[in-house]
């Protein structure tokens, strides 16, 4: 995933007007959901609709990235989810549930025998993994390097692992997750890095709450997420303003860069008295490339 991708926002596969309110949210990315919004009586229905929309807006210039989230692997849904919306061409597949690496290279031989039927290149649809939903999943983390070309990113979720648990909640009074949810998250942010993919936060539920999600998206940026999943489109401005690499940032990195540069094959430089080395180059041209996307 692009690492300018810094909202993806989730509209039921089963409401037109949800889906055509998200494409003007600001959100960088929609996540057609054909899963957990969708009930069990109108999956075959939110396919038609979510394929009728998919054909409508994929061929517009200018829009948001569209993902679909189909039903888990075990569920005997995900086929036919798959049939319904892979001709319409949507960037990508986001894969709830994922039990490691095994289970993205499973998804990419069903999305590359639709797309050869398609008519569509092969690759073209990307995968995005949800890495936490379930206690096996845990285990998994670490092993998507290398599971498929297409995975371009990985989250991690806490409602599904809640009743996976059987944890009475997984935040606190305070609205901060609980420790086995704190350790998912932790272990997204490691998987991803050890895959050479971003990290993508997890959605913040409290959507009239301001206050805490920007807390919520501030803390992902310092440890290391690009990006943050909504479930409302009036959480998008704080998130991408979280996400949106600063002016002050930007010098400081330029700054950082410009110092190594001067000082060719440096390990470490001095800057106001600060000492830098190479993991701070390293962060400071992520920074960078981020910003200029």
């Avoid at 494409?23 to 979510?50: C, F, P, Q």
């Avoid at 998008?236 to 400081?252: G, K, L």
């Amino acid at each position: 995933m692009s690492s300018a991708v810094r909202s993806l926002l989730f509209v039921p596969g089963d409401s037109p007007r949800k889906m055509e309110k998200g494409m003007t949210s600001g959100a960088d990315a929609l996540i057609v959901d054909l899963e957990d919004s969708v009930g069990a009586n109108n999956k075959a229905g939110a396919r038609v609709t979510a394929a009728a929309f998919l054909k409508e807006t994929i061929p517009q210039a200018t829009r948001p990235r569209i993902y679909v989230r189909v039903n888990a692997l075990d569920t005997g849904l995900t086929d036919d989810d798959l049939d319904a919306v892979v001709g319409a061409k949507p960037d990508g597949i986001l894969l709830p549930k994922a039990e490691g690496g095994a289970s993205v290279t499973h998804l990419d031989a069903k999305i590359t025998a639709r797309e050869a039927r398609a008519g569509i290149d092969e690759g073209h649809l990307k995968i995005l993994a949800l890495a936490t939903e379930t206690a096996a999943a845990l285990f998994q983390a670490g092993t998507y390097g290398g599971s498929s070309p297409r995975l371009e990113g990985l989250t991690w979720g806490a409602e599904d692992l809640s009743a996976a648990l059987g944890t009475e909640t997984n935040r606190d009074a305070h609205g901060e997750f609980t420790e086995p949810f704190r350790f998912a998250r932790t272990l997204c942010i490691a998987g991803a890095a050890a895959a050479g993919i971003p990290a993508m936060d997890t959605v913040y539920v409290d959507f009239r709450n301001d206050a805490g999600l920007r807390r919520e998206c501030e803390e992902a940026r310092r440890d290391g997420f690009t990006s943050k999943f909504a479930i409302h489109p009036a959480q998008i401005v704080i998130i991408n303003d979280v996400f949106t690499p600063s002016p002050e940032a930007i010098a400081a990195a330029e700054g950082v860069i410009a110092a190594f540069a001067a000082q060719p094959g440096a390990g470490v430089v001095a800057i106001g008295g600060v000492m830098y080395d190479v993991p701070h180059l390293k962060r400071a041209q992520r920074l960078l490339s981020r910003a200029r996307r």
